[in-house]
């Protein structure tokens, strides 16, 4: 029940994003997804000489899906 009256009296209003925080959100999300997956195809190129590009884009669409999920909420509320 203390859960639920906390909820209750919460103001959801600070959690509205404008514009150039969810700009911001997007941006350091997919930065942080292309750096990572660039860097975990330079290692697969280094330790096996080639690479897949079907793990190429698994790679790609994990790592920017992580960074959004992630990253970007804390580049967005790190600035607040």
């Known amino acids: ?10 103001d ?3 959690l509205r994003l404008t514009k150039s ?4 959100l997007l941006a350091a999300g997919t930065i942080w ?3 990572m997956s660039a860097g975990l195809t ?6 096996y000489g080639m ?4 793990d190429v ?3 790609t669409l994990v790592a920017v899906a992580a960074g959004l999920l992630t990253l ?7 600035r607040r």
Do not use: F, Q
């Open 57 to 59: 884009l698994a790679t």
């Open 72 to 78: 970007g909420p804390i580049a967005v509320y790190a």
């Open 33 to 35: 997804g292309l750096a």
């Open 21 to 24: 925080e969810i700009l911001r």
């Open 1 to 10: 029940m203390t859960r639920v009256s906390a909820l209750y009296r919460l």
């Open 42 to 47: 330079g290692l697969t190129m280094w330790n």
């Open 12 to 14: 959801w209003r600070w």
């Open 51 to 54: 690479v897949c590009i079907d």
